[in-house]
């Protein structure tokens, strides 16, 4: 059975610090794709980053780049997001998804498996 399963929110001041975990099982990271988004009250889902170590890529979303970092330990079957100087703005529910195809993708309907999300409060 596929699942993804996210751990690590909480609430944090601004400026602060978070990392978010995403475990997998049924499948391994190193051979698709995992994507983080999030979404806040009254806004869309949007994409925040995602990784394909099968390819090798990684994309980052224009508004947390340089501040949210996303990698893999293929060992745990496990990805991240590291995310620094975090903002008012990135309050939302936090969802890690796998695409179970090796490339990545920002569109939300391309992945096929999601976890229950896990929520980020950062208080100004």
């Known amino acids: 059975e596929v699942l993804v399963e996210e751990s690590g929110g909480g609430l944090v001041q601004a400026g602060g610090s978070l990392r978010l975990s995403c475990a997998a099982s049924g499948f391994s990271v190193d051979d698709y794709a995992i994507g983080w988004f999030r979404q806040a009250p009254g806004k869309e889902r949007e994409e925040v980053s995602c990784i394909s170590n099968h390819i090798g890529s990684i994309y980052v979303a224009d508004s947390v780049k340089g501040r949210f970092t996303i990698s893999s330990d293929n060992a745990k079957n496990t990805v991240y997001l590291q995310m620094n100087s975090l903002k008012p703005e990135d309050t939302a529910i936090y969802y890690c998804?796998?695409?179970?195809?090796?490339?990545?993708?920002?569109?939300?309907?391309?992945?096929?498996?999601w976890g229950q999300g896990t929520q980020v409060t950062v208080s100004s």
């Open positions: 998804a796998a695409r179970l195809k090796p490339g990545i993708s920002s569109f939300s309907y391309e992945y096929d498996y």
